[in-house]
């Protein structure tokens, strides 16, 4: 005989599953003109631009429709990378400071356009944000987060640039801490190669 597990919406999987099915039903904004905005939560960030080996993720985001992020991400309550999860901690404007870091990477590459990327988000209570991240992510795959590693990282600071540069930024150059980094083995012809692969 065959048995069916009970529903429960309390689950924390379908408690999760509604704040990523929140964030998705929420309003498009233009990446580069956002107004300031008070909170923390998630986000997922599309591009519509012409870059060549992007043009199957963007032809998914064309006429309104948006429908394949290329990065999904959090920002947190500075309390919360500390282990309290941001208990009794102001979130103050982390989501709105975390999507303009972004933007200004964006605008920092030397082959990327800010007018092409377009974001959602959701601000969602602390204890969410993660699970509602990593929902997401599983949910899309986004390329920017499974595939060209380095979009949201900082400057490591003097005496780590010994590091290896990012993918991100062997593919889109601009960022001037990263050109202090250590050259990639693999290139970004390569790396274009490995994205038409993975968009297939």
Known sequence: MKEYSPYNPLAKTNLGNSVADAMLESDIHSLGSLEPFVGAGIYAIYYTGGFEAYRPLSAKNQANQFAAPIYVGKAVPPGARKGNFGVDSEPGQALYKRLREHAESIILAENLNIEDFFCRFLVVEDIW????????????????????????NHDPGKGRYQQMRSKWDTLHPGREWALRCSSRYDTAEAICTELSTFLR
């Open 129 to 152: 944000i993660p699970l509602g991240e990593s929902l997401l992510i599983a949910k899309f795959s986004p390329v920017w987060n499974k595939l060209i590693d380095g979009f949201g």
